[in-house]
């Protein structure tokens, strides 16, 4: 594998279900990301894991909660979700402290919510 | 502050014709900008970044960008389209610095007609 993955690619859960999404960077990168892209609106920052520590959360809602248990691995725990969580959830990484930090973006899980 | 523009949400160009995506950003210093490709139910793609180097920028596929700082724009262009350049383009600022706040584009839609 290389770059980085998501799984899964699709996922379909009740409101009252418990999921989580899971990201893999094979790029030996220091710092993750969380975004959330719905339809006809721009890119949302989610969460940021630099060196495995949380450094933004942009008033994101409790149901969703984030773990970083090393640099290759972030993951998205959710839990009662609503309808207007659908949308395609990325996962991005990059190396954090160069002179410009480029993130690299996974394929995506696409997320209904019903 | 930063914040980007992209001042064509769809733009539409015959194959073998050249693309035009337009991009204006507002700064308070010397940012670095992105191009970044989504295809349909893909991830986000790097094309080319600009971090204050060579104003021209070349990128995958034929593409390239040039900054110009008088009139604040980061323009992508194409000479020749090709039907695989179908997809969503987003226009990036980020800091010069090398931090995580990446500033999206709410994106242009190119479509390439036979």
């Known amino acids: 594998e290389t770059g980085v993955t998501q799984t899964p690619r699709h996922l379909v859960m009740g409101m009252t279900n418990k999921k989580s999404l899971k990201c893999e960077q094979h790029?030996?990168?220091?710092?993750m990301y969380w975004y959330k892209q719905s339809a006809k609106k721009p890119l949302e920052l989610m969460f940021v894991?630099?060196?495995?520590?949380?450094?933004e959360n942009n008033s994101v809602p409790s149901r969703f909660s984030p773990e970083c248990p090393n640099s290759s691995h972030l993951f998205l725990h959710l839990h009662t979700l609503q309808p207007e969580d659908s949308a395609l959830y990325l996962c991005?990484?990059?190396?954090?402290?160069?002179?410009?930090?480029?993130?690299?973006f996974g394929p995506g899980t696409r997320l209904t919510v019903l | 502050a930063q914040s980007v523009t992209q001042l064509d949400s769809h733009v539409s160009v015959s194959e073998g014709t050249p693309v035009l995506l337009r991009c204006n950003y507002s700064?308070?210093?010397?940012?670095?900008l992105f191009w970044y490709v989504q295809h349909p139910n893909k991830g986000l793609q790097l094309l080319l970044k600009?971090?204050?180097?060579?104003?021209l920028v070349k990128g995958i596929n034929g593409f390239e960008a040039e900054f110009k700082k008088s009139e604040t724009s980061f323009h992508l262009t194409k000479p020749s389209a090709h039907m695989s350049d179908a997809a969503e383009y987003f226009c990036?600022?980020?800091?010069?610095?090398?931090?995580?706040?990446?500033?999206f584009g709410t994106g242009t839609r190119l479509k390439v007609l036979a």
């Open positions: 790029l030996g990168h220091n710092a």
């Open positions: 990036v600022v980020s800091p010069p610095w090398g931090t995580y706040k990446y500033i």
């Open positions: 600009y971090t204050s180097a060579a104003t």
């Open positions: 894991y630099s060196l495995e520590e949380r450094v």
């Open positions: 991005a990484s990059s190396q954090a402290g160069g002179v410009t930090d480029t993130q690299y």
């Open positions: 700064s308070s210093y010397s940012p670095s």
